[in-house]
């Protein structure tokens, strides 16, 4: 085989979504031609005013939702549905309560049912060890605190090995402080899984802080309002988010994202 | 994978000081439950104390109250005679027979009209309408196609708990969180996975409480069945001792009945507090 320029890891062509809501018997237009391309190792973050509609896409994405117009590839394959290649990290950690933390991780191998048993438990064994919960491996979800069970979340996701990692608002629902932590703490863990994502977030200070490039959405239906390139020198230490080149990002998504709220009058301004 | 086995970090000391903190809250609470049952067993005891001073100060006549010292009494003769073995082996075996067979047929069908909308459809005008209808009401009929003897009473049992647990766990495999299945189906699962992994054990937690509601229904068909038409059992031996005034055995059957349900609801109860976690937590 000729070793030809690699497509990008996801490509967004042309995009739309419509919700059709069976009660009012009407099509809601959720997302309008939306264009995006994900390099390989790239972590790119999807910001835009509440409900515009940044949670649809990734569901999109990921294939639980089917799109009306356009097109998403993952590494040159067309999205029909949810696939081995992508795998979510959800908004509420939505743990099995009646599977341990292995187990939990284990669940996407499982119901793949191609790795013996023994191999299945080795892979969620490092899974566990990765996300730093090595001696939490055999405890239930509910003895874990919120913090915990958001890394048994991701390694879920992780142990599937995919090529694309989609992550819906895994902190929303953590304390500001845990929240700081992990956002740290995913950055290493997707530095050694050498894995590709899509972070969705209402926080902009997150979606900086973590991205290489952060993508604004406009109020629903949502496009593509900006692409903002996140160049900030050094290793990302929590320290970098009081640098004045980061609050100079922070500053500009926001703007963005207030004219959004202001077009639609989701702002009023006394 | 073999660079991604190093540990990046271990969790938090924050997170360490909520999980010790919750373990010393869940001891204190421990100590609350202690106290509850303390004062409990104490208001029983004072209860029956004035149970006890109120025949023996001649407040109140015995032939109607009976009293606890009476009552034990009797209980320990119709123990030592042996007649009143044979009632409770009767009515045993007429609970083991009947909720038996309605937790045997019960669950599997629950399970079956949870996941199979159209078996549902076909089969609910019968278990709503049944479920509605005060099994009692049925007595009669039972009587006359099984008779007075052991079945009737196991029939009527029968009757008596299978709606509970079959209504409790159609609900059980229904109501799945919606979050679980989204999880299932982002990691490509079948319909088969979805039942086996996601609707089957989420259902657990409703089918015990469908199973406990279940042995208050048939303890309800076993003693009114025996009131109705027996020759031996629990239910027969109050009817009968009421009948002629003799309200001391009266109380001994009563009791004897009431301890059974108590241990065998309590047991659930606690089977049901285990599993209590498997029902999706609420918030974070």
């Given at each position: 085989?000729?070793?030809?320029?690699?497509?990008?890891?996801?490509?967004?062509?042309?995009?739309s979504l419509e919700l059709y809501n069976e009660r009012?018997?009407?099509?809601?237009?959720?997302?309008?031609?939306?264009?995006?391309?994900?390099?390989?190792?790239?972590?790119?973050?999807?910001?835009?005013?509440?409900?515009?509609?940044?949670?649809?896409?990734?569901?999109?994405?990921?294939?639980?939702?089917?799109?009306?117009?356009?097109?998403?590839?993952?590494?040159?394959?067309?999205?029909?549905?949810?696939?081995?290649?992508?795998?979510?990290?959800?908004?509420?950690?939505?743990?099995?309560?009646?599977?341990?933390?292995?187990?939990?991780?284990?669940?996407?191998?499982?119901?793949?049912?191609?790795?013996?048993?023994?191999?299945?438990?080795?892979?969620?064994?490092?899974?566990?060890?990765?996300?730093?919960?090595?001696?939490?491996?055999?405890?239930?979800?509910?003895?874990?605190?919120?913090?915990?069970?958001?890394?048994?979340?991701?390694?879920?996701?992780?142990?599937?090995?995919?090529?694309?990692?989609?992550?819906?608002?895994?902190?929303?629902?953590?304390?500001?402080?845990?929240?700081?932590f992990m956002q740290v703490e995913l950055l290493k863990?997707?530095?050694?899984?050498?894995?590709?994502?899509?972070?969705?977030?209402?926080?902009?200070?997150?979606?900086?802080?973590?991205?290489?490039?952060?993508?604004?959405?406009?109020?629903?239906?949502?496009?593509?309002?900006?692409?903002?390139?996140?160049?900030?020198?050094?290793?990302?230490?929590?320290?970098?988010?009081?640098?004045?080149?980061?609050?100079?990002?922070?500053?500009?998504?926001?703007?963005?994202?207030?004219?959004?709220?202001?077009?639609?009058?989701?702002?009023?301004?006394? | 994978?073999?660079?991604?086995?190093?540990?990046?970090?271990?969790?938090?000391?924050?997170?360490?000081?909520?999980?010790?903190?919750?373990?010393?809250?869940?001891?204190?609470?421990?100590?609350?439950?202690?106290?509850?049952?303390?004062?409990?067993?104490?208001?029983?005891?004072?209860?029956?104390?004035?149970?006890?001073?109120?025949?023996?100060?001649?407040?109140?006549?015995?032939?109607?109250?009976?009293?606890?010292?009476?009552?034990?009494?009797?209980?320990?003769?119709?123990?030592?005679?042996?007649?009143?073995?044979?009632?409770?082996?009767?009515?045993?075996?007429?609970?083991?027979?009947?909720?038996?067979?309605?937790?045997?047929?019960?669950?599997?069908?629950?399970?079956?009209?949870?996941?199979?909308?159209?078996?549902?459809?076909?089969?609910?005008?019968?278990?709503?309408?049944?479920?509605?209808?005060?099994?009692?009401?049925?007595?009669?009929?039972?009587?006359?196609?099984?008779?007075?003897?052991?079945?009737?009473?196991?029939?009527?049992?029968?009757?008596?708990?299978?709606?509970?647990?079959?209504?409790?766990?159609?609900?059980?495999?229904?109501?799945?969180?919606?979050?679980?299945?989204?999880?299932?189906?982002?990691?490509?699962?079948?319909?088969?996975?979805?039942?086996?992994?996601?609707?089957?054990?989420?259902?657990?937690?409703?089918?015990?409480?469908?199973?406990?509601?279940?042995?208050?229904?048939?303890?309800?068909?076993?003693?009114?069945?025996?009131?109705?038409?027996?020759?031996?059992?629990?239910?027969?031996?109050?009817?009968?001792?009421?009948?002629?005034?003799?309200?001391?055995?009266?109380?001994?059957?009563?009791?004897?009945?009431?301890?059974?349900?108590?241990?065998?609801?309590?047991?659930?109860?606690?089977?049901?507090?285990?599993?209590?976690?498997?029902?999706?937590?609420?918030?974070?």
């Open positions: 085989m000729m070793e030809v320029a690699r497509p990008a890891k996801l490509d967004v062509r042309r995009v009012t018997d009407q099509s809601l237009a959720v997302l309008r031609d939306i264009d995006l391309q994900v390099r390989a190792g790239e972590l790119v973050s999807v910001v835009g005013p509440s409900g515009c509609g940044k949670s649809t896409f990734l569901n999109a994405v990921d294939g639980l939702i089917a799109v009306t117009a356009g097109q998403i590839m993952v590494d040159g394959h067309a999205v029909t549905g949810p696939g081995p290649d992508r795998a979510m990290v959800f908004q509420h950690d939505s743990l099995f309560p009646w599977r341990t933390v292995s187990e939990n991780v284990m669940y996407g191998l499982d119901l793949q049912g191609k790795l013996r048993k023994a191999e299945r438990r080795e892979r969620a064994r490092a899974l566990v060890e990765l996300v730093g919960l090595s001696g939490f491996a055999e405890h239930y979800p509910h003895e874990l605190s919120g913090g915990m069970r958001q890394r048994v979340n991701i390694a879920r996701a992780l142990v599937m090995e995919p090529q694309l990692l989609l992550l819906d608002e895994p902190f929303a629902a953590l304390d500001a402080q845990t929240r700081e863990i997707l530095a050694r899984a050498k894995t590709t994502a899509l972070f969705v977030t209402h926080q902009i200070n997150e979606a900086v802080f973590l991205s290489d490039r952060v993508v604004v959405l406009s109020a629903r239906p949502a496009a593509i309002k900006a692409v903002i390139d996140v160049e900030l020198p050094g290793e990302r230490a929590l320290a970098l988010k009081h640098t004045p080149r980061f609050l100079e990002l922070e500053q500009r998504i926001w703007r963005l994202i207030e004219q959004e709220a202001e077009r639609t009058g989701m702002l009023t301004v006394a | 994978m073999d660079d991604q086995t190093k540990s990046v970090g271990q969790p938090h000391a924050e997170e360490l000081a909520q999980r010790a903190s919750r373990s010393t809250a869940r001891s204190r609470s421990f100590w609350r439950r202690r106290e509850h049952a303390l004062l409990g067993t104490l208001s029983m005891l004072i209860f029956l104390a004035f149970w006890e001073a109120a025949v023996a100060f001649g407040w109140v006549n015995p032939l109607f109250t009976s009293s606890p010292s009476r009552i034990v009494r009797t209980a320990i003769d119709l123990f030592a005679d042996g007649s009143i073995w044979t009632d409770i082996q009767v009515s045993g075996l007429e609970f083991l027979i009947g909720y038996g067979a309605a937790v045997v047929i019960g669950v599997p069908l629950g399970i079956l009209m949870g996941w199979y909308s159209r078996l549902d459809a076909v089969l609910d005008p019968f278990v709503s309408a049944l479920y509605a209808t005060p099994r009692i009401a049925l007595l009669p009929l039972v009587m006359i196609w099984f008779g007075i003897g052991i079945m009737s009473k196991v029939a009527i049992v029968f009757l008596g708990a299978i709606f509970p647990i079959l209504v409790n766990t159609i609900t059980g495999v229904r109501t799945v969180n919606a979050d679980f299945v989204k999880v299932a189906r982002s990691f490509g699962s079948s319909d088969r996975q979805m039942f086996l992994t996601v609707a089957l054990p989420s259902s657990v937690p409703l089918l015990l409480t469908g199973l406990r509601l279940g042995i208050g229904h048939a303890l309800i068909g076993i003693v009114v069945g025996e009131m109705y038409g027996a020759t031996h059992g629990l239910g027969f031996l109050i009817a009968t001792a009421g009948a002629r005034f003799q309200t001391d055995k009266v109380m001994v059957g009563i009791i004897i009945i009431a301890a059974a349900g108590v241990a065998m609801t309590e047991l659930l109860r606690l089977i049901e507090r285990r599993f209590e976690r498997w029902r999706p937590a609420v918030g974070g």
